[in-house]
């Protein structure tokens, strides 16, 4: 029976990374942070987005018109079955640095026909919220023009 289990296993492992292959790209743009009683002009923040091995690094300042300036403000993910994101917002305070929160987003609610703002809670409370645009585009991957299949010529 074991060696059965191990086979059925394996074939599994196939099909997931035949499966992976085409759900395409998140295309994710960064549209600022939201808590309007704790957003204070001059206040800095950091920003680390991450699925799996693909990390995502951005630094944000809130400026004295409450508008709010990223250094990047977009970034491609490509989907994976297991792996969902983790988001963690930092306030940097000179040398030291705050923690505000660490969150896990299932990355199946990124899976959207529409572009969708997706409202992270970041604080246990909600008092300050990310908000994220998030395309689904799964037809844009790289990986599909190596997939088996697509040899056709016209």
């Not at 292959?21 to 002009?41: D, Q």
């Not at 908000?131 to 585009?137: G, K």
Request: charged letters at 25%; proline letters at 4%; aromatic letters at 8%.
């Amino acid at each position: 029976a074991l060696p059965i289990f191990q086979e059925c296993t394996e074939d599994m492992c196939l099909i997931e990374g035949a499966l992976e292959m085409h759900l395409g790209e998140f295309h994710i743009k960064m549209k600022g942070l939201v808590g309007y009683a704790r957003l204070c002009p001059g206040d800095h923040y950091e920003v680390l987005v991450r699925l799996g091995r693909q990390r995502w690094r951005l630094r944000g300042k809130i400026e004295t018109d409450d508008s709010q300036m990223w250094d990047e403000e977009e970034r491609v993910f490509v989907p994976s079955l297991h792996e969902n994101f983790e988001i963690k917002v930092i306030e940097l305070r000179g040398l030291s640095t705050v923690l505000v929160g660490l969150v896990t987003c299932e990355s199946s609610d990124f899976f959207t026909a529409r572009p969708r703002v997706i409202i992270v809670d970041i604080t246990e409370l909600g008092t300050i919220k990310l908000q994220l645009e998030v395309i689904w585009n799964p037809f844009d991957s790289e990986k599909l023009l190596t997939s088996p299949g697509n040899t056709n010529t016209i």
